[in-house]
């Protein structure tokens, strides 16, 4: 397809720019489009009417790579504390700035010897040299997991589901991969004969707002034939040697909250019945309590950083090189993006533009600091708080923009995206890993964060084929 002069996007890809093509012949609107997801109630909670007006679309070859990197640097990730820190994972969270409670937590919830299993969303831009990790969210409490329910949705625009149909594209069930996962990392309290009980725990703090979620969850477990509650940490009692929560017996904790608001020792308090009950095999906790350990902003920066290279293989260092921005720690000194020592806050002074502060135990884009929206002053600030500090900084990477369907009319529009890929256990789920994805898209090209707080809409993804790809009718 050609683009009018009047507005020069950059095709978002081969598919992309067909299915704009498609739905022009067809003479869709935008709003028609979206007719059936914003009726979708159990969408619209967690989104209210924040859709883009198309999917987004992923070519095989496309697909294959960013799982191919997100397997690497997953096992890269949960290997650090071997290969940087000869076994000690205290020592690998006190290094990304754990609290002496939230060290404690994550020895004891590792030590407990049950499994692990990969279940991850990615945060991707697509720049000019591909794509790109700014940070890798590994844990079950992952927003994004009804995203299924948008494809569902669109499918019912015949314009979509004939576009779908001829070119064999297919989208993931990213919560029945979910759930097969959940089923994986806590068989031995899941497969008992009956309906499972599963409490779908926050913390006190975040549950009144995010309650109506946990009920989009609870309803999704539902047709799956597992009982689901969802609750905080302090809803949940002891009795009899189990965990209940409103009078019933629980099986497994699937966890909403985060280590990172377990910080002083009554919150350590709240979660020990939880944490004592998983070690001792009377309840399954999903995910375990040191998977954000590994998923924290900090150890994306020991990756990247080139005085750990020797760590790792020729094979890994290009997959690093190919998939990480620049990274570091934010210390007195550090290498640049050449590899030479550097002054570091003279050179993020120097750098200004071209980079952005992180805390490392944060999520959902608080307290992040983008260098080219701040003024200097604030910058100087910001970056002078922060040395030896629990922080970041990581290179800017500039989203290509990407071509959509106007909200309005025939035209098109550019947006710059947030690519959420779902990442699971190749061996639970099948495939390659890849479980999904959930796109967030914004207007502005000099947007810090593209996150749903920052006024993004979100779409869904449909990607070619493979031999194990759900295929559609």
Sequence with gaps: MTLPPSAPCIP?????AEYIEHV?????????????????????????????????????????QVADDLNQIYQLLT????????????????????????????????????????????????????????????????????????????????ALASFVSDKRLAYTDTFGDIVKTLYAECAKHLNHGRHPVVALVDWP????????????????FETLGIDAIPCHVGQIAERNGRLEVRGRPIDVVYRFFLVEEIVTPADGELVAPLLRAFEEGRVGIFSRLDAELYGNKGTLAMLSDDRNRSAFSDEERRCIDRFLPWTRHVRTTATDSVGQEVDLVAYALAHQEDLILKPTLLHGGSGIVPGWTSSQEDWKAQLAAAVGGSYVLQERIRPIPEAFPADEGSGVQELYLNWGVFLTDPRVTGADGFSGCIVRGSSDPEVGVVSMSGGARVACTFSECTAEAIDLP
């Design 79 to 158: 290997e650090l504390p071997e290969r940087l820190f000869r076994g000690d994972v205290g020592a690998l969270a006190r290094a990304v700035g754990m609290t002496t409670t939230q060290v404690d937590v994550v020895q004891r919830a590792r030590q407990a010897g049950t499994a692990l299993l990969p279940l991850a969303r990615s945060d991707l831009y697509r720049g000019s040299s591909g794509f790109k990790l700014l940070e890798l969210n590994i844990t079950s409490a992952l927003g994004g997991f009804e995203s299924a329910g948008i494809n569902r949705a669109m499918l019912l625009h015949p």
């Design 205 to 220: 703090e975040s549950f009144e707002s995010y309650e109506p979620r946990l009920k989009v969850m609870a309803a999704l």
């Design 24 to 64: 022009q012949e067809q003479g869709c609107e935008p709003a028609d489009l979206m007719r059936h997801v914003v009726a979708d109630e159990l969408v619209t909670v967690a989104y209210g009417g924040r859709f883009l007006p198309s999917p987004v679309f992923l070519s095989r070859a496309e697909r294959s």
């Design 12 to 16: 978002r890809s081969r598919l992309g």
